[in-house]
């Protein structure tokens, strides 16, 4: 009797092993969502801090594009003035190691890439410009951050007074 127990008590315990996701497959559909939650169209304000500390307002336009494992944000700002750029972050997340990689590229000449992992609904990434950017900068952390109505997207350099901050702040269209 007692052993019946112990063996159905097993079994139980096999099938509920079996019936739960791995925690490999939890992890790939937590990023799968996260990723799919910055699929759309954002738009808002923000600054941009030049190193020398002058500032610009700017008004941002982004479009977000996920597919599996990776997600492209395609976004434009200008100034009240005549200054305008393009931006495009892609990124792709590896569910073996828990990272995400990618590249940075600004139409001003700024190219970086992009390393990192996400904490909650916050993904931070090294932010390293490459030589094919036309005026490197110290490195820097990117920070995307999902919020209820919208995306943060955060760069800080790494050595206060060099290269360049930007805040942005966009909402959901």
Do not use: W
């Not at 509920?16 to 699929?39: D, H, M, R, Y």
């Not at 000449?109 to 410009?129: C, H, P, Y």
Request: proline share 3%; aromatic share 4%.
């Amino acid at each position: 009797m007692m052993r019946h127990c112990l063996t159905t008590a097993f079994a139980a315990a096999a099938l509920l092993t079996l019936a739960q996701p791995g925690i490999a497959e939890q992890e790939t559909a937590g990023e799968a969502s996260f990723l799919s939650s910055l699929e759309g169209r954002f738009s808002g304000n923000g600054t941009l801090q030049n190193a020398g500390g002058s500032s610009r307002s700017l008004k941002c336009q982004f479009n977000g594009d996920q597919d599996g494992a990776r997600v492209s944000l395609d976004g434009s700002c200008s100034t009240a003035a005549i200054f305008s750029a393009t931006i495009r972050i892609e990124l792709r997340h590896d569910p073996k190691t828990g990272r995400y990689a990618g590249t940075f590229r600004e139409s001003t000449g700024t190219v970086a890439s992009l390393s990192g992992q996400r904490q909650g609904q916050r993904l931070t990434l090294a932010f390293n410009e490459t030589a094919e950017s036309v005026r490197p900068n110290p490195p820097a952390t990117l920070t995307i951050s999902r919020r209820q109505n919208g995306v943060a997207l955060t760069l800080r350099g790494s050595q206060p007074g060099r290269g360049q901050a930007l805040d942005l702040s966009l909402r959901e269209n």
